[in-house]
Structure formats: structure tokens, C-alpha cells
């Protein structure tokens, strides 16, 4: 009751005032005219007025009187009293305090004089009206209104019924039934109605029954009964009570309720007659029910997947098929009579959308649509809803399509006309339809139609006000595809134009959102309907029935069959097919094969599946053994090259997921991008490349494709677009190269983690090779525009993006040679000339144009110092040329031409091809050798002018700031190892630009020093390459060896090619160039000693990666000498040295690495047949007796060489390097004569050599005899370590040594000498006695270094691995002696090697009179460290004796020289053989300069004259005599030594032949 607050001045003053105040608000209320609200006012105020008497505020009379007047205001004013009193009854009853419940007696009982007494028992309590007097007893009153009720609301009135008096119901009927086509309407009839119920005393109930009984039977006439009920019904309860009664009595078993009773109940739901709440209670089953039946369905569809799934026996099979059967037709004979579905499908036919989705939402999803006819209907009215927009936007031209007349009902869902109105109901019909709409095909089309209007309209409308609206309306369209239209698509059989369709509105998604509406419909919509878990699993059965029958014979028709299973669920099938993939590779063909009738959408689903399966986390890409690449991501790549050049598949999202990899640092899916590109563009990267396809990958693109690759991969064009296309389209070119070039470091810092190192090598490999496949895709088939726009400087490339140099030069390579072409193009459009030296010149400045910018951008990439050697420009040079730049390959172009020639001639004389085939065949090959030859006359054109840029350019690309030995490091270093590892041909490029760079006559370019150091110094790189790498390096081995062995062949090639140029100068310090000096260069018999040294070093280097035991270290060296073999070994020891260590591999490696196992083999086998084309050392280099061939040497051994005594035959490379190191470290003080001084020393040791081979057979000999102690105690009788001539060689030792000792000392003393105060010093020393000068001469800055090498002996073995590097060409670089000393030292140390066929095996040499041998050994022992304390008492005392024993030596070696002329002849042939095995190895190797001339076996004479010549003013004079003296001394030294050893040899006979015998075998 609204209140209405009596002021409290009213109350306190209401005799006065009060009274007066109410009654005046009590007529306002009463004139006001509200609706009603103004009795509610009248109401508050009463009650206000009386609750103040209840609360005893007010005296009973006053108010009573008050009351009294107020009932003349208004008739009802005492019934709106008696509410009020009613009201207060209830509240003063709940009350405790009586006084407040006897005051509203008093109240009501005072005004009983104006308020009926009917008006109070009709709304007081009984207590209340009891206590007034109004009635005797509660009770009683109680009793007397329960038997009012029964009679008036529950007991029945006997109305006449239909079989006792039916006239009435009679003429009601004929009354309904009449025709209504007339004037009559539904007011005329219900009057008659009326008429009848009063005149025969008709039930109203009854009657309604009737009407609607009617109405069913005409349930065409809606709008005539809806308007009769309407006006005819009483209230919409009991119309919804008459109808719950029709439909309950349906519900009894076998009965089916009639579409009529559903259509009048839909009808009267949608106009609003009956409420649907109070309708569904009445309906069956109930929802409960509904819900188990979903599950059930659900759980059975899951157990028909999983019985078809699992392995049945086929009679178990029988049964189960029979079960199932009988099961469906139970099902089929009875179908559920579901009330509440038969409702439904009434509201969709009549366009009840907002009732209809109401029941949906009661059910489980989909359950409802489930049903056909409910999905079916509500397909129709979706029809309706789109048909305008379907009209205007969607119709695809030249289509008429039906006409559909909308629905009566203007209730029904509005019709769209725009895309924005289907958001209002149409996207949620669809939306409730879900996988059902495959019920009806057109409207699936229809909406996809839509969809690609959409899609067009949304990519061409940019404006930014619709902008949101639009993106609202593409994730409506986008969650359309995912919930209703792929389903759908599953549920549909075989239908291969609705692929098609849909494809065609995905197309026009990004690809990110049409794998995502793959992943979903794969891994998440089979789940969710009972229909779509029974429908995958009949498709994986059906796949699997496929896939164990497919075979390459039966191609066509499986995949036929494959066809139809993907039109409709293609995710399932291609997972299938991918792990069969995956585990057997051989389906690869036959499945590429296969896929041939698969539409547009099921191509772009494979290549999703194919992503998902490649990023599968649950498997690993890794092999168990952790080595290899796992066999299935092998698979799925060669799966994916073949897929994807085979079939029109977007690469974008392969591309993409492979980049994402690179960031990610995992780069195991590059296999992925390596087939793509193989097999897409043609573009073959391989090591295993022969001569011939090397030869042809130098010439022009139709020269590669024709005979570079393998396998000829025709028609790549379009392919090759596609994949150019998808990359420039997603900007994905660049990021590639740029990761993949990151990513080979990360390979190995990075990734490498806990992974076997042949792994980290592979993936290192496999990261490398796609780089430069990628990168030779990128620079043929992209345009200069593209490939210029996309590649940024070389400076940016390195600095900003941090590319390793070669891969950012062979990114930019391409770039530079479009861009003079382009500028030189330019030139000649500018000015026209056609001469050719016109043409050279335009060329030459387009180059200087394009590559300037160049120059300048390198330094940057490099410290300054190194543009002291190298200049910028030829830096750039170097890498930006390529062989296609340096020579044509004539060969190969007429190989192909012959080729094509004879594939005309089979042609013409194939009686089986038709004429017109013939023709076209014929066409082809004549216009692939036109192209081919007018290539090659390109090509040779573009080769001259390069040359000739190159010989403008020559004069200016080496400085002569240091030596030309440091240019050639820099040289080395920075640009040939980095690329002649990068691929095949850039090791064939770097081989042959050195070559080039010494044809060119390049000033201060020493091509001796660059070939040296090439061939002396290949244990680190073999060891440090990678299985590819070593290909590539054993290539570039190969070629240079080519033009060394080229030179080596023939004294007039050598001659033509060598004599006369720069490169082959021994003066390492001129910067200019005097051709005619003869002396300065180096003849041929030297130059072929140089070469068997460079042999020898190989050897050497190879037996020691051999014997290391390492994986890497033997598996490298063994590509690499494979890849040599043609070059080498050509000497037959040398040969056989390796023919032995390599047999050892494959004993040792046949049961642990098969891989070496088999690599050993392979090579072992190919040695073997080279064999024949070996020759012996001394046909391979002259070779003079070793007594004359020591003369010259000691005649020669001035103050700039060793001062170590050619005695030592059997000294091994530690004495023989620190004799060449000393020679060095003298000569780099001085000028050039004491350089060929220096280079004169080396002779010293020209019989060394040998002498480490024989130690070496002697070792492996004593190892033999060693079996049987007779043999051990004869070996041990005969060895001469013991003779009077070895002891005064140990005594001279010492003296040096302790001299070394003695003047170290002086030098931690006095730092402040100079080097040349100690030169003069030793010069003194020298001049006062002719003994002493031979051991002084190597001055102060060896001694000290000799000492330190004693001591550090012991670490020899570690050091080993560097030996090859050792005495090497190294150029003189003016220094202080001190430092040189250290230098000095440490190269040293890496001499300290053993020879190679003895590196790891040497032990005391027993056989050979040599402390320096057991001293050089690497297992140092204590035995050896006593024996070097016993020296160095013995030192201290030869010292004294020095003086004294001078004459005595030379009558000695007088008399040793005529008793070692005598035995000379006598020498056997197998010690001359041992003594070619080093000889000129060793000798030039250890000379500083390395300068061939050297090893020149050349008479005393000679080389004396040779000599003079070339010396310089300052110590011509003073060296000659001391070179002649000394010499002379040590040769009576070295032929005293060789008699006794012919003594011994005479004295043991037939047997020590033998011996030597067996140890040449074993050295084999």
C-alpha cells in the first residue's frame, strides 16, 4: 500500500488544525482522476488516520467522527475502508501487544454504523468478525464457506452430452464445417456459437474442444479459427490444458500424433494464444530422457569406430555385422514418436523461428537437426531468409535459379537484404544446423556463394567506418565454415563439386585461417557428433582397405578410390596416408601418383596435414643413435618435393613453417626446403658431382640444366614460379637465405647441445646446401628488380645482419653480375661502336661503375691491417667472380651438342614414332643446340672481357707493404679456404684463380709460397670440415694438384707456363719484377723436387688423420684422398705408405664404424688400380748420389744456414726443420743473398730425408724381430750407436747445446744486445775456428730455442697434429731476432712429428746410428732423459778438447771421404731407395724460404757460381771461403759415417739384405 505520512503538527494539533487539514486532502484525493491511483491515495491516508489510533495517538471518537463525514465523499468510500481495516486486521494479529489489537476492535467496531456489515465478513477474519459480534462462531462460519466453494468452483452441472442430446453439438459442427470462402467471418460464427451453447446448454469446454478438433481437421484455414479462438477464449490456461489433454492421449504406445495437432499448436504458440512453458510440461519425453538418448548415441557411435578399428577374426565379424543390422531395422520399425521434435518442426514450417530455437536450446547441440525433416525445415526457412541477398550479391551470372515464394507469416524472420542483416537470425539458423546442413546441397552452395560475395566486397571496401563491421561479419563467416559448412562437407558422400565450391570461397581466406579451420575440423569436430565419430571411423577403414592395395601398377584406379574418400573427409584420409607415409617410403611414387583426382580444397588440406604431421611434437627428428635424421622426416620431405611440385599447392604455409623453424634456432625441417627446391626448380645440390657435370655447371643456365644435374627434372617452369611467386608474395625470400646463413653457425654453437658431432655435421651440411641451392634458385629465376630491390649492400648484409662473408657474397654475387650487364648494356645503347676494343672498354667501366660502391663497402668488413696486404678491390674481385666469369667450358658444350646430334639421328631412324612426334622432337633438340651454341658464344665473349678487366686490374691488387708471404696468409685466409669450401664449383673457381692470378704475371703474388702453403697445411683444415666440406676441399686439392702435376709433366709446359713469371720468383722480399734474372728463378728439376715434397707432406699429413683413431679426422681424410686420387699418390712409396695405413682402417674399422669400413674400402680398392700409373721416386724427381749431392750443400753452408752436419743421415724432421728454421730465422735479418744462402743450407739435409724413412723401416723391422730373442740380440750386436763416429756427433751436440745454454743465459742477462752485435759475434767465432763456425752459425736466437725444445719433448705428440704446417714457405718478415727466436721455437715444436709413415710407431731406432730419432720420439721416456743428463757431462768436457781434436778431424774426414768413394758403387739399391724417399721432402722443407732451388741436386760448382751471383755487396767476400770450409768438413763427416755403415752391412751379409727387405714390405 503506498504510503502517504500524516504530518506530525496534524496529529499534536488536530482539534484545531488537523482535522481540518485532512479532510481538505481527503477531497483532493477523491476529485483526482488517475486510473485508479487515487484510491490507493485515499487507502494511505486512511490507514495513516486509523494506524494512528491504533497506536493510541488519536482519541477513538474524533477519528470515528472524522471517518463518518468522509463517507459522503466518494460510494465506495466504505468498501475502500473496509480494505484498509482488512489490512490493519492482518497486521494488529501479528502483533504481541494486545492494547494495539484492542484499540482496532474499538476502531472497527465504532464504525460499524456506516460500513455494511457484508463489506467486513467479506474480507475480515473470522476471529476478527467473532470478537465484533458479527458472527456467533468462527468455527461454524469456517464449515459454512468450504461447502460455498465446493458447490460453486469443484461440483458439476449434469449438462446434456453429445450421445444423450446432440442436436446442439450437431449444429455446432455444421456451424465450424460450413464453407468459409464467403462473407462470413469469425464474429458472425462465434455469435452462433453463443446462440447454441445458451439455447442447448452447451459445456463451453466442450465447445472449445470441438472448435479445435475443427481446426485440425481444416488446419488450412488459420486465420478464420486463430481469430475464432481468439475472441471465443476465456483464458489461454484452459486452452493449454485442452490441448496438453489431445497430445497425452497420443503419447500411449503405438500411437503417432497427427502433423494437423502440431500445426494448430505451432499456430497458436506463434500467435501468442497459449505460452510455451505452460505447452512443453504437457509434452513427451521429457528432457532428461532426450539427454541419455544423446549420450547413448554418442558412446555407441564410439564403439562402432572402435570395433571397426580393432583386429577382428572374421567369423566374430559375421556376427557382429548381423547384431548391428537387426539393431538398425528395430530401430527403423519403431522410430521414437518425440513430441517435442514434431512441435519443432510445425514452428520452422511456419516461420516460428523465436519458439523454435527456444525448444533448441532445451536439448543437447544438434540433437534436434539430427532429425532430417526438423534440419530440412529449417534449411527452408533459412532459404527464405537469404533469397533477396542470394538474388542481388550471390547468383553466380548466367544462373537463374528457382523462385521461392516467402511465408504468409509477417511474423516470420525478416528476409535479408544486405550482408549485415544476416547477422540478425540467419547466422544462427545456419549456426544450429551445424553438420546437417549436408542435408540440402543448394543451400550449402548458396551460403558458400554468399561467403565469396562477402569476401569480395570485404576486400575491396578499405573504408575505415565499415571497417569493424566488416571484421565482425568475416568472423561470423569464418565460424559459419568451422561449425556448419566443413561438417557439413564430411557428411556429404562423394561430393566432388562442393569441394570445389567451398574451395572457392577458402581461397580467398589467408592461408593462417584456412589451417586453422582444417586443424579444428581434424582434431576437434569428428568428437563432438555421434554422426562424424561413425563417419571417420568408416573412412580410416576405408583408407586403410585402399592404402594396403595401392601399388604403382594400380595408380589409376586407387586413386580413383582415394578421389572419392577425400572429396568429403580429406583431414582423415591424409593422416592416414602420411603415417603409412612415414613408416614405409616406398608408397612415396605410387601415393604422388595417386592424388591426381583430389580437388582444389583437398590439395590445400594435404598441405596442412603435411605441416601438422612435419610439427608433430611427438616425434622425435632424431634417430636413436642421436646421428642421423629420423627415416620419417626424410619421407614426409620427399614427400612434400614431390607433392608439391606434381599438384597446384599453395607453398606459403610450408614456407612460413620452415622460417619459423629458423627463428626458432631448429634447423632439421631445412630437409623440407631442400626437396621443395630440388625438385620444384631443378636445382640439384650434391658432392658426388662427376667431372663432366662440374665442367657443365661453369657454362650458362641451359648448359646446367642439360648437364649439371643427375636426374634431368624437365617442365620446371611453372613450378619454378610457383615457388618464386609464394615467396616474393609473403616476403619470405631474403629472411631465409638470411636465417639459413645465421642458422649454420647456430648449427654448431647453438643447436648442437648434447647431439653427436656426425649429426651436428649433417645438420651443419644440410643447413649449407640448401643455402646455396636457395640461393641459386633466387638468383635464376628472380628478376634483377626483384633480386637487386630484396638484397641489401654487402656491408649490411655483414655488419647489420651478421651473414658469415661467403654466404653474403654469394647472396650479392648474382647482384653485381646483373648490374654491370645492366650498366654495360647502358654504355653501349649511349654510343653506338661496335669494335670489340670499344666494347672491352664500356665493359671495364661499367664494372669500375657497378663495383666501386663495392670496394668501399668491404673495408669495413675487415680490420685495417688487412688492406695492407690485399687490396680492397681484389678482395672483391676474388669473391665476386665466378667460373662462368673465368673460362668456357668448350667441352661440355659440344658433349651436349654431340648429344643432342645423335638424339636426332635415333629419331629419324625410329620407324615406331609418328611423323608429326618425329617433327617435334626434332624442332626441340635443333633449337636446344641452336640456344646451346649461341650460349657458348656468349660465354666466350663475356670470359674475354672479364680477362681483360682483370689484366687492367692485376697491377694494383697486392701491395708490397709486407712480405709476400703475409699477403699470401691474408691471401688464404680470407678468401680461398672460406670459399673453396662453399660449393664444388667455388673450389673449382679458387683453384683455378690462383692459376690465373699467376698467368696474369700478378705483381708481389708468390704462386710457389700459395701452392705450399696450400699442400703443407692440410691436417687442420681436413679435421676442422665438415662430410660435405671435405668433398669440396678434397675437389679443390684435386685441381690445384691438376696444374701442379700439369707443370710437373713436361719441361716445356713448365717452361711456357712458369719460367719467366713472377709467381715462381725465390725472392720473397722484391716488389718489383726482373724477368730476365735467371738466378732468381726456380728451374725445373727444382721445381719437381718442390713437388715431391708437396707429395710428401700430403702423405705425411693423411697417415697422420689415419692413425688418429678420430671419426671426423679419418672419414675427412679419406673423402679428401679419394677425391684426389687422380692426382695422387703418383710416387710408389708414398703409395704404398698410404696403401698401408689404409688397409689397417678397414681391419680396425670393419666391426665398429661400417661407415669408415666402407669408405676405406672404396678407396683402398681404387688405390689399388692406381697403382699402376705410380712410378718410382727417382722417376718422379732427378736424383744424384748422395755422397755428390752433399758436397754442394756443405760447400754452400754459409753464416745465413745451420751449422748442423750432414752426417746425420738418419735424422729425422725435428733436426732437419730446426736446421731450416735457423737458415730462416739468419736470412731474416739480411738481404736477398743471404736469402739464397739460407736456401743453399737446406742441402745440408738432402740425404735426410732418407734417412727418417729408414729409421722408419728400421723401427717396424726391429718390431718384427723383436718376437724371438736370438733376432732381438743379433739386432742389438749390430747396432752403431756405439761407434767411435756417432760419439763424436753427440759430443758435438752437446757442445752446442751447451753453448745454447751459455748464451741464453748472456740474453736474460743483457736484453739490450743487438741482433747485429750477435750476428758479428758469431761471425768471430766462426772465423777462429772452422769447427766451431759450423756449429755457432745459427746464432743466438736458435740455441736457447733448441734447449727449450729438450725440455719440451715430452709434449711432441699433442703438438703432432700441427707437423704438416711445419716448413712451410714462410716469408721473411725483418723482425728482432729475439722474437724471431721464440717464432723460431715454436715452429719447432710443431716439427717435432714424426715422418709419416712412422708418426705414431717410432720408437729407439736400433738400425740407425741417430739420437735425434729415440730424442724426437713423442712417447719420451726416462731412458731418453738419462741418457740426455750422460750428454750433458760429455758436453762440458768436449768442450775443452775442441780446440785439440780440430786437426785430428780433418785428417779423419780426409781419409773417410777416399773409403766412401770406394764403397760408393757398392751401395745397394735399396738404401739409394730409402735415401729418394725424403729426399727434397725434408730439404725443402726446411729451408726458410722454401725456394725449390734448394733441393737442386745441383755439382758444388755450380751452385757456388749461382751463388756469387746473387749476394749481396756487404758479405760476398767473407761467406764463399767459410761456406767452402765448412762444407768440406761436413762432407768427410757424412762419407766417414756411410762407410761404417757399409762395413757393418758387408759383415752382416745375405741377412741384413733380408732385413731391409722386410722393412720396406712392412713400410707397404
Known amino acids: 500500500m503506498a504510503t502517504l505520512i500524516l504530518p506530525g503538527e496534524w496529529i499534536k494539533n488536530w482539534e484545531k488544525s488537523g482535522k481540518h487539514e485532512f479532510v481538505q486532502l481527503c477531497k483532493e484525493l477523491t476529485k483526482k482522476t488517475d486510473h485508479g491511483s487515487e484510491i490507493r491515495d485515499i487507502q494511505a491516508a486512511l490507514y ?100 460455498i466453494k465446493t458447490k460453486l468452483f469443484y461440483k458439476q452441472q449434469k449438462f446434456n452430452l453429445l450421445r444423450e442430446e446432440n442436436e446442439g453439438y450437431a449444429k455446432l459442427i455444421t456451424e465450424l464445417g460450413q464453407d468459409l470462402s464467403g462473407n462470413i467471418t469469425s464474429h458472425l460464427v462465434l455469435e452462433s456459437i453463443k446462440s447454441l451453447i445458451g439455447c442447448f446448454n452447451l459445456d463451453p469446454n466442450r465447445v472449445l474442444d470441438i472448435i479445435l478438433e475443427v481446426y485440425e481437421s481444416r488446419s488450412d484455414q488459420d486465420e478464420f479459427f486463430l481469430a475464432l479462438i481468439k475472441s471465443y477464449m476465456c483464458e489461454p490456461l484452459t486452452l493449454c490444458h485442452i490441448l496438453g489433454f489431445k497430445f497425452k492421449f497420443y503419447q500411449e504406445p503405438n500411437e503417432e500424433t497427427p502433423k494437423s495437432l502440431y500445426h494448430i499448436a505451432a499456430a497458436l504458440l506463434h500467435h501468442n494464444l497459449i505460452e510455451l512453458e505452460d505447452l512443453y510440461v504437457h509434452l513427451m519425453p521429457v528432457d532428461a530422457t532426450i539427454v541419455e538418448e544423446h549420450k547413448r548415441d554418442i558412446s555407441e557411435a564410439k564403439q562402432i569406430a572402435r570395433k571397426l578399428v580393432m583386429v577382428v577374426v572374421p567369423s566374430e565379424k559375421s556376427e557382429d555385422k548381423d547384431k548391428e543390422k537387426e539393431k538398425e531395422e528395430e530401430k527403423n520399425d519403431k522410430p521414437p514418436d518425440n513430441q517435442k521434435l514434431g512441435l519443432l518442426e510445425a514452428l520452422l514450417r511456419i516461420g516460428d523461428w523465436h519458439h523454435a530455437q527456444s525448444i533448441m536450446d532445451q536439448m543437447p547441440s544438434f540433437y534436434a537437426t539430427s532429425h532430417k525433416a ?40 525478416r528476409p535479408a537484404e544486405s550482408f549485415d542483416d544476416l547477422r540478425r537470425d540467419t547466422f544462427s539458423m545456419i549456426c544450429y544446423l551445424g553438420p546437417h546442413l549436408s542435408h540440402d546441397a543448394i543451400l550449402f552452395a548458396k551460403i558458400v556463394r554468399l561467403g565469396k560475395a562477402f569476401m569480395k566486397e570485404y576486400q575491396n571496401d578499405g573504408r575505415s567506418d565499415v571497417k569493424e563491421k566488416m571484421e565482425t561479419l568475416l568472423s561470423c563467416f569464418l565460424s559459419i565454415a568451422d561449425q556448419v559448412l566443413l561438417p557439413s562437407l564430411s557428411l556429404m558422400e562423394c561430393n566432388a563439386c562442393m569441394s570445389e565450391e567451398l574451395w572457392g570461397l577458402f581461397k580467398l581466406f589467408p592461408y593462417r585461417h584456412r589451417y586453422r579451420l582444417y586443424g579444428q575440423w581434424k582434431n576437434e569436430t569428428y568428437t563432438s557428433h555421434p554422426l562424424l565419430v561413425k563417419v571417420k571411423a568408416q573412412t580410416v577403414e576405408r583408407a586403410k582397405y585402399i592404402m594396403k592395395r595401392l601399388t604403382k601398377e594400380n595408380v589409376k584406379q586407387s586413386g580413383r578410390q582415394i578421389g572419392k574418400l577425400s572429396h568429403s573427409n580429406p583431414t582423415i584420409l591424409f593422416d592416414y596416408m602420411l603415417s603409412q607415409i612415414q613408416w614405409y617410403d616406398n608408397l612415396i611414387v605410387p601415393v604422388v601418383d595417386s592424388l591426381k583426382y583430389l580437388t582444389s580444397l583437398n590439395y590445400d588440406v594435404l598441405a596442412y596435414c603435411i605441416i601438422e604431421a612435419l610439427a608433430n611434437p611427438e616425434k622425435e627428428k632424431m634417430k636413436h643413435d642421436d646421428t642421423t635424421i629420423s627415416s620419417w622426416l626424410q619421407s614426409l620431405a620427399s614427400l612434400c618435393g614431390a607433392v608439391f611440385r606434381k599438384y597446384p599447392i599453395e607453398l606459403a604455409g610450408l614456407l612460413q613453417y620452415v622460417t619459423n623453424q629458423l627463428k626458432a634456432g631448429k634447423s632439421f625441417d631445412l630437409l623440407i626446403l631442400k626437396e621443395v627446391v630440388q625438385k ?54 631474403l629472411p631465409l637465405c638470411l636465417l639459413m646463413a645465421q642458422q649454420r653457425n647456430g648449427v654448431v654453437f647453438l643447436e648442437s647441445g648434447e647431439k653427436h658431432l656426425k649429426l651436428v655435421g649433417h645438420l651443419y651440411d644440410q643447413c649449407h646446401d640448401t643455402l646455396v641451392q636457395f640461393g641459386g634458385f633466387l638468383a635464376s629465376n628472380l628478376s634483377t628488380e626483384d633480386y637487386i630491390k630484396r638484397v641489401p649492400s654487402i656491408d649490411i648484409l655483414c655488419n647489420q645482419f651478421h651473414t658469415p662473408h661467403d654466404a653474403a657474397f654469394f647472396l650479392s654475387r648474382p647482384m653485381y653480375a646483373h648490374q654491370i650487364l645492366s ?56 669473391w665476386s667472380l665466378t667460373m662462368y666469369d673465368l673460362a668456357v667450358p668448350h667441352s661440355a658444350y659440344e658433349r651436349e651438342v654431340n648429344k643432342l646430334k645423335v638424339q636426332i639421328k635415333a629419331i629419324e631412324e625410329n620407324p615406331e614414332i609418328p611423323m608429326n612426334k618425329k617433327k617435334k622432337e626434332k624442332e626441340r633438340c635443333t633449337a636446344l643446340q641452336e640456344k646451346l651454341q649461341e650460349e657458348e658464344k656468349k660465354q666466350l665473349e663475356h670470359v674475354q672481357r672479364v680477362l681483360h678487366r682483370l689484366k687492367l686490374e692485376k697491377d694494383n691488387w697486392l701491395l ?313 740380440k743379433e739386432k742389438k750386436e749390430k747396432t752403431p750407436g756405439s761407434t767411435p763416429e756417432t760419439k763424436a756427433e753427440n759430443r758435438r751436440e752437446k757442445q752446442r747445446d751447451e753453448r745454447a745454454g751459455k748464451e741464453e743465459r748472456v740474453a736474460r742477462e743483457g736484453k739490450e744486445k743487438t741482433p747485429k752485435a750477435d750476428r758479428e759475434k758469431a761471425k768471430a767465432e766462426e772465423k777462429s775456428s772452422k769447427d766451431d763456425k759450423a756449429k755457432a752459425g745459427n746464432g743466438e736466437p736458435v740455441e736457447p730455442s733448441r734447449e727449450r725444445d729438450a725440455i719440451k719433448e715430452s709434449k711432441s705428440k699433442e703438438k703432432g697434429d700441427r707437423s704438416a704446417v711445419a716448413g712451410s714457405l714462410k716469408s721473411p718478415v725483418p723482425r728482432l731476432e729475439s722474437a724471431e727466436s721464440e717464432r723460431d721455437h715454436k715452429r719447432r715444436k710443431i716439427d717435432s712429428h714424426s715422418s709419416p709413415s712412422h708418426s705414431s710407431s717410432v720408437k729407439d731406432n736400433s738400425n740407425e746410428p741417430k739420437e735425434s730419432t729415440s730424442k724426437h720420439h713423442a712417447n719420451y721416456n726416462s731412458v731418453t732423459r738419462s741418457k740426455s743428463r750422460e750428454r750433458e757431462t760429455e758436453k762440458k768436457e768436449s768442450d775443452n778438447t775442441q780446440g785439440r781434436s780440430k786437426e785430428k778431424k780433418e785428417e779423419k774426414d780426409r781419409k773417410e771421404r777416399k773409403r766412401d768413394h770406394a764403397l760408393n758403387e757398392l751401395e745397394t739399391s735399396q738404401e739409394s731407395k730409402r735415401r729418394k724417399d725424403e729426399n727434397g721432402m725434408n730439404s725443402s722443407k726446411n729451408s726458410k724460404s722454401d725456394s725449390p732451388s734448394c733441393d737442386s741436386p745441383l755439382s758444388a760448382e755450380k751452385e757456388k757460381i749461382k751463388r756469387s751471383k746473387s749476394s749481396s755487396k756487404e758479405k760476398a767476400d767473407s761467406v764463399k771461403p767459410e761456406r767452402t770450409s765448412s762444407g768440406g768438413k761436413k762432407e768427410s763427416r757424412h762419407d766417414k759415417e756411410k762407410s761404417e755403415k757399409k762395413e757393418k752391412r758387408d759383415s752382416s751379409g745375405g741377412k741384413e739384405e733380408k732385413k731391409h727387405h722386410k722393412s720396406s714390405d712392412k713400410h707397404r
Open 48 to 147: 495513516e488516520l486509523c494506524w494512528q489510533v491504533v497506536q493510541g495517538n488519536l482519541k477513538l471518537d474524533l477519528v470515528v467522527s472524522v471517518l463518518g463525514d468522509m463517507m459522503e465523499l466518494r460510494d465506495d468510500m466504505p468498501s475502500i475502508l473496509a480494505d484498509v481495516f482488512s489490512t490493519l486486521d492482518l497486521e494488529t494479529a501479528a502483533l504481541e501487544e494486545k492494547v494495539k489489537r484492542d484499540h482496532y476492535t474499538q476502531l472497527v467496531g465504532a464504525c460499524l454504523f456506516f460500513v455494511p456489515d457484508a463489506i467486513l465478513k467479506e474480507r475480515l477474519d473470522p476471529e476478527t468478525l467473532e470478537s465484533l459480534g458479527l458472527i456467533k462462531q468462527a468455527h461454524q462460519f469456517n464449515q459454512k464457506i468450504v461447502k
Open 374 to 413: 526438423i534440419a530440412l525445415a529449417l534449411c527452408q526457412l533459412v532459404h527464405l531468409t537469404v533469397e533477396p541477398l542470394y538474388r542481388r550479391a550471390g547468383l553466380p551470372k548466367g544462373a537463374r535459379g528457382c523462385v521461392l515464394h516467402p511465408l504468409r507469416n509477417k511474423r516470420a524472420p
Open 680 to 733: 620444384m626448380a631443378g636445382i640439384e645440390i650434391t658432392d658426388e658431382m662427376t667431372s663432366e657435370q662440374l665442367e657443365a655447371m661453369t657454362g650458362g643456365e641451359q648448359l646446367k640444366a642439360e648437364g649439371g644435374y643427375f636426374g634431368q627434372i624437365r617442365n620446371t617452369k611453372k613450378s619454378s614460379q610457383r615457388l618464386k611467386d609464394a615467396l616474393l608474395d609473403h616476403e619470405l625470400a
Open 960 to 1272: 708490397a707493404k709486407s712480405t709476400k708471404n703475409e699477403t699470401i696468409t691474408k691471401f688464404l685466409q680470407l678468401c680461398l679456404f672460406p670459399r673453396c669450401i662453399f660449393s664444388s664449383i667455388d673450389a673449382v673457381y679458387c683453384a683455378r684463380f690462383v692459376e690465373l692470378v699467376h698467368q696474369q704475371k700478378t705483381p708481389n703474388f708468390c704462386t710457389l709460397l700459395c701452392y705450399d702453403r696450400v699442400f703443407s697445411a692440410i691436417i687442420y683444415t681436413v679435421a676442422s670440415c665438415t662430410e660435405n666440406e671435405s668433398h669440396r676441399y678434397g675437389r679443390f686439392l684435386c685441381c690445384m694438384l691438376e696444374t701442379v702435376t700439369r707443370w710437373h709433366s713436361d719441361r716445356a709446359i713448365y717452361e711456357k707456363e712458369c719460367v719467366n713469371y713472377p709467381g715462381f720468383l725465390t725472392i720473397f722480399r722484391a716488389t718489383g719484377f726482373d724477368g730476365g734474372n735467371k738466378a732468381d728463378q726456380l728451374d725445373y728439376e727444382n721445381f719437381r723436387h718442390v713437388v715431391h715434397k708437396w707429395h710428401y707432406m700430403l702423405t705425411k699429413a693423411s697417415v697422420h688423420c689415419l692413425e688418429t683413431g678420430d671419426y671426423t679426422h679419418i672419414r675427412n681424410i679419406l673423402i679428401v684422398l679419394t677425391k684426389i686420387l687422380p692426382c695422387y699418390p703418383k710416387v710408389l712409396n708414398l703409395g704404398q705408405a698410404l696403401e698401408c695405413r689404409v688397409h689397417k682402417i678397414c681391419l680396425e674399422e670393419k666391426d665398429k664404424r661400417p661407415d669408415l669400413y666402407a669408405l676405406a674400402m672404396g678407396y683402398s680398392g681404387r688405390l689399388k688400380s692406381q697403382k699402376v700409373h705410380m712410378v718410382p721416386e727417382n722417376e718422379f724427381h732427378h736424383k744424384e748420389q748422395p755422397a755428390r749431392s752433399a758436397t754442394p750443400a756443405n760447400q754452400q753452408n754459409g753464416p745465413g744456414s745451420t751449422g748442423k752436419p750432414a752426417i746425420s743421415t738418419s735424422k729425422t724432421e725435428e733436426g732437419t726443420s730446426e736446421d731450416g728454421d735457423r737458415g730462416k730465422d739468419k736470412s731474416q735479418g739480411t738481404t736477398k743473398p743471404v736469402n739464397k744462402a739460407n736456401s743453399a743450407a737446406a742441402k745440408v739435409t738432402t740425404s735426410n730425408g732418407n734417412g727418417a724413412l729408414n729409421s722408419t723401416k728400421a723401427v717396424k723391422e726391429r718390431d718384427d724381430k723383436e718376437k724371438s730373442g736370438k733376432e732381438k
Open 823 to 878: 650498366k654495360y648494356d647502358e654504355l653501349k645503347k649511349a654510343e653506338k661502336g661496335n669494335r670489340q676494343q670499344q666494347k672491352v672498354h664500356k665493359y671495364v667501366a661499367a664494372c669500375e661503375q657497378v663495383m666501386t660502391p663495392v670496394h668501399e663497402a668491404v673495408v669495413s668488413l675487415h680490420p685495417a691491417r688487412v688492406w695492407d696486404d690485399l687490396r680492397p678491390q681484389f678482395y672483391a674481385t676474388f
